[in-house]
């Protein structure tokens, strides 16, 4: 079975960066131990938001726009990791952040459905604020 374990995330200042990792264990039912992952996130009240992916294969990204030019997903194909790196952080950006993962290679504008992902981790918390 696959977990995922997320970083701890944290309070930061408006205008600040945070960087949260996912690493990656164990091995799918289908064998394979390589992933496509993403980032979403989740406020009390609303739905789960995508916010970024890449993709298994060939390491291509894809973004919401609401974090387009300000995060960047990132891994360690070798260690399973995936990293999270936030600037310019805004208090709408407060949420509690889920990694997520799966074993195939969707077409990079899919990546954004929830469904596709088959497992998830627990969630970090990040808190904007001053």
């Known amino acids: 079975q696959v977990q995922l374990v997320e970083s701890a995330g944290g309070l930061v200042q408006p205008g600040g960066s945070l960087r949260v990792s996912c690493v990656a264990s164990?091995?799918?039912?289908?064998?394979?131990?390589?992933?496509?992952m993403a980032w979403f996130r989740q406020t009390p009240g609303k739905e789960r938001e995508f916010i970024a992916a890449?993709?298994?294969?060939?390491?291509?990204?894809y973004y919401a726009d609401s974090v387009k030019g300000r995060f960047t997903i990132s891994r360690d194909k070798v260690q399973n990791t995936v990293y999270l790196q936030m600037s310019n952080l805004k208090p709408e950006d407060t949420a509690v952040y889920y990694c997520?993962?799966?074993?195939?290679?969707?077409?990079?504008?899919?990546?954004?459905?929830?469904?596709?992902?088959?497992?998830w981790g627990q969630g970090t918390q990040v808190t904007v604020s001053s």
């Open positions: 997520a993962a799966t074993t195939v290679s969707y077409n990079l504008s899919s990546m954004s459905r929830e469904d596709l992902y088959d497992y």
């Open positions: 890449i993709r298994r294969n060939d390491g291509h990204t």
């Open positions: 164990g091995r799918a039912s289908s064998g394979r131990a390589s992933y496509s």
